[in-house]
C-alpha cells in the first residue's frame, strides 16, 4: 500500500521551455503534497508543500512563478517548471501524506523525475 | 532552529560486516525521527520511524535504530551487512509545528567491499 507514482522518470527539454511533473497517489488520497529537489550527491530540499484545493506554500527562496503547483484533486499533485534554464536541471522527488495522516507519519516518496534542461 | 547532522559522508564496509549509521538531530522537544534509503536515480524509501516508546526501533531489511535523547542521537545498525544495502542513508526529522514537514541530514554514502 501507499503507492506514489511520478512521472515521467526523466525528460529532457532545450531551454525556454516548460515541463509538467506529475504525482500520484495510486491507493490512497493524499491531502498533502511535497516537492523536493535534490542536487547531485546532496540532500533533498523541500521546495513546496501542496494542500489539495489550496494554494500551496513555497519555502523560502524558492520562485513560485518559476515553480508553479497544483493539487487539484487528492490524488494528484503538479509540478511546472515555467521558462525552464540549464540552472533548472535536477533531479525533483515528490511525496504525499494520506487523508488524515496523524502528525508525525512518514511520507510516502515517489521515485523521482531527472530533469536536464539543454 | 532544527537540523539533523550526519556526520559520515561516505562509509565502506565489507560485507557480512556490522553497520552504523550516526545522525543528531536539534529540536525543541521530542521529534519524530525517520531513517530513508535511497537507491541511485530512484526515490526514498523509509526503512523505519520513532514517534514515542521503545527507544530501539526495528526496521526493514534487517535495519534497527536506537533512540537516546541524552545523546540527540538517532543512529541506524545492522548486524550484517549485504552487497544490496549499498545505497544513500538519509536520517530525517518530523517538526510538529509544520504540517508534517520534515528535515532532511546530509546523507550517509554506503559502499559495500566484496
Known amino acids: 500500500g501507499a503507492v506514489v507514482s511520478q512521472h515521467p522518470s526523466r525528460v529532457i527539454c532545450k531551454s525556454g521551455t516548460s515541463v509538467k511533473i506529475e504525482c500520484r497517489s495510486l491507493?490512497?488520497?493524499?491531502?498533502?503534497m511535497f516537492w523536493y529537489r535534490q542536487f547531485p550527491k546532496q540532500s533533498l530540499m523541500l521546495m513546496a508543500t501542496s494542500n489539495e484545493g489550496s494554494k500551496a506554500t513555497y519555502e523560502q527562496g524558492v520562485e513560485k512563478d518559476k515553480f508553479l503547483i497544483n493539487h487539484a484533486s487528492l490524488t494528484l499533485s503538479t509540478l511546472t517548471v515555467t521558462s525552464a534554464h540549464p540552472e533548472d536541471s535536477s533531479f525533483y522527488i515528490c511525496s504525499a501524506l494520506g487523508q488524515g495522516s496523524p502528525l508525525g507519519q512518514p511520507q510516502h516518496f515517489g521515485d523521482g523525475t531527472r530533469l536536464s534542461i539543454l | 532552529a532544527q537540523s539533523v547532522t550526519q556526520p559520515d559522508i561516505h562509509i565502506t564496509v565489507s560485507e557480512g560486516a556490522s553497520l552504523e549509521l550516526r545522525c543528531n538531530y536539534s529540536?525543541?522537544?521530542?521529534?519524530?525521527l525517520f531513517w530513508y534509503v535511497q537507491s541511485p536515480g530512484q526515490g526514498l524509501q523509509l526503512l523505519l520511524k520513532y514517534f514515542s516508546g521503545d527507544t530501539l526501533v526495528q526496521g526493514i531489511k534487517g535495519f534497527e535504530a536506537e533512540f537516546k535523547r541524552s545523546q540527540s542521537s538517532f543512529n541506524l545498525r545492522k548486524p550484517s551487512v549485504h552487497w544490496s544495502d549499498a545505497a544513500e542513508y538519509f536520517c530525517a526529522v518530523g517538526l510538529y509545528s509544520s504540517a508534517s514537514k520534515i528535515i532532511f541530514g546530509s546523507g550517509t554514502r554506503l559502499s559495500i567491499r566484496p
Open positions: 529540536y525543541g522537544a521530542t521529534p519524530y
Open positions: 491507493d490512497f488520497q493524499a491531502t498533502t
